[in-house]
């Protein structure tokens, strides 16, 4: 597994994807410098005027709802159709569902448009999922990833998407057995929206990767190791952010397999 999911890394840098991105205010130049660090092609549009060229002319869509508002949405809804109507993968940030009931409505519209992927801390994926009551405080998960493995497989059967679930271990929800990934570490949720990066190296992958549980799994393990390994030279979250993108950047085959701790 290890040695597939190296090949996936290169297959990203060797290919150099374009990845469309509707995301926040918060995360975009963050995110766009990540997937510029793994070797992919950013592109932040959400004109709607511009929103059928730019997602067939990419290879797939991230939509990241973090900060919402009616043009904003509508572009989302545009895009995803156009995705689907395309047969391009595009991957869903659902950032704070459950937190109120317009996130919710909205999240209910672009589930609708079949996701190939969904990515999300716990909280977001069991109120997603409508599992259970939980609680959603903003963007942070007031629940372990663990706790949220039904609702993901609920979450899986019902759209079809592979699921991943962040945490202090990530969790990998599929047809195929479930993953874990037991690497990164506590200084990164010190950094703002490095879950959000998750979900746009997810798109990275899954637009040049064939099978999509993979992708989802080589777009997880490569920002936690990274990150895991950033921290070593790091002071705090401001030089652990300056050292993720230098690490993203440099990784070696040998630091990502001795580094990397996965099991199913």
């Not at 777009?219 to 652990?240: C, D, M, Q, V």
Request: hydrophobic share 45%.
């Amino acid at each position: 597994m290890k040695n597939i999911l190296w090949n996936h890394i290169l297959a990203v840098r060797t290919q150099a994807p374009l990845v469309h991105n509707i995301t926040n205010h918060v995360v975009m130049n963050n995110t766009a410098n990540a997937l510029l660090a793994i070797g992919a092609s950013p592109i932040m549009a959400h004109a709607r005027e511009e929103i059928d060229e730019m997602v067939a002319l990419c290879q797939v869509l991230v939509v990241n709802i973090g900060t919402l508002d009616d043009v904003w949405v509508d572009a989302m809804l545009q895009a995803a159709r156009r995705a689907q109507t395309l047969n391009k993968p595009w991957v869903l940030d659902p950032v704070g569902a459950g937190a109120t009931a317009y996130r919710d409505q909205v999240l209910s519209q672009l589930i609708a448009l079949h996701p190939t992927a969904i990515r999300g801390n716990a909280s977001e994926i069991m109120a997603l999922a409508k599992a259970n009551q939980s609680q959603t405080k903003g963007v942070d998960s007031t629940a372990q990833s663990q706790e949220a493995l039904a609702a993901a497989q609920t979450l899986h059967k019902l759209t079809g998407a592979v699921i991943g679930i962040s945490g202090e271990t990530d969790f990998i929800v599929s047809d195929q057995p479930v993953v874990q990934i037991h690497n990164g570490t506590p200084l990164m949720t010190r950094v703002t929206g490095l879950g959000c990066t998750a979900t746009a190296l997810i798109g990275a992958f899954l637009a040049v990767i064939k099978n999509k549980t993979e992708a989802m799994i080589a777009a997880i393990a490569l920002l936690s190791i990274a990150g895991e390994l950033a921290e070593k030279s790091s002071r705090g979250p401001g030089s652990l952010q300056m050292n993720l993108l230098d690490t993203l950047y440099n990784l070696t085959a040998d630091e990502f397999k001795n580094t990397l701790r996965i099991e199913s």
